[in-house]
């Protein structure tokens, strides 16, 4: 798979370790250095500045979408590559699905679990067909991806669906990941997607 955007949900808020920081700059170079654009919420603080800044700095482009409420805050990057404010949560969500061709995520809170959980679902149903990667700095993930096995060993979560997130441990290891990534739909996946068409 060949990468041109990858859209990176992560906090808006710096975290307690350096480690968090430090990962969020070092994957930003490698976007600039392999020319993968960054697609992000707009942000201008916590671990969603820090990346912006990390690409925009080594010479990379980078797209932010934000919600009208949130720009009003001022809490919009005002450096970016293009910023495209939008009226909802949800419209942000759908602008940058469409715009990146693969989904990470670094830590973050309720709204970067949300913001991936929804991406994976979306993969599974075969709305679109994108991977999705946890950078697990520190063990940050371990949690999230133990609840996964559990699914998967309640069967809630089937072993394929599973195998839609990918886990690395290094800012450098993302985007080999990324490219290497298959993945076959089950047959009710592409049923839903057949149904929803219809509902359309």
Same mark, same amino acid.
């Given at each position: ?10 906090? $808006? $808020? ?17 976007? =600039? ?27 990379? /482009? ?8 949130? @720009?009003?805050?001022?809490?919009? @990057?005002? %450096?970016? $590559? ?8 949800? &419209? ?23 913001? #991936?959980? /929804?991406?994976?679902?979306? &993969?599974?149903? %075969?709305? @679109?067909?994108?991977?999705? #990667? ?23 979560? $089937?072993?394929?669906? =599973? ?8 800012? /450098? !290891? ?9 993945? &076959? ?8 997607? !057949?149904? #929803? /068409?219809? #509902?359309?």
């Amino acid at each position: 798979m060949k990468l041109k955007s990858v859209c990176v949900f992560c906090g $808006s $808020s710096f975290g307690q370790r350096e480690e968090f920081k430090a990962v969020a700059q070092a994957l930003g170079r490698e976007f =600039a250095t392999e020319k993968v654009r960054l697609v992000y919420g707009g942000g201008r603080v916590g671990l969603m500045g820090v990346v912006a800044d990390s690409v925009l700095e080594a010479g990379g /482009e980078v797209l932010g979408v934000i919600p009208q409420a949130l @720009h009003d805050l001022e809490v919009a @990057h005002s %450096g970016l $590559s293009e910023l495209q404010v939008v009226d909802s949560m949800h &419209t942000r969500k759908m602008a940058m699905a469409d715009a990146a061709e693969a989904f990470v995520a670094l830590p973050g809170g309720f709204g970067t679990f949300e913001e #991936l959980f /929804e991406a994976i679902t979306w &993969t599974q149903l %075969g709305i @679109h067909h994108k991977p999705c #990667l946890v950078l697990n700095v520190e063990g940050y993930f371990d949690p999230l991806l133990e609840l996964v096995k559990r699914g998967v060993m309640e069967g809630f979560i $089937s072993p394929n669906a =599973a195998k839609i997130l990918l886990r690395v441990e290094k800012a /450098e !290891e993302v985007l080999p990941a990324l490219r290497a990534w298959e993945f &076959t739909p089950e047959s009710k996946a592409a049923q839903a997607k !057949e149904d #929803l /068409e219809k #509902l359309r």
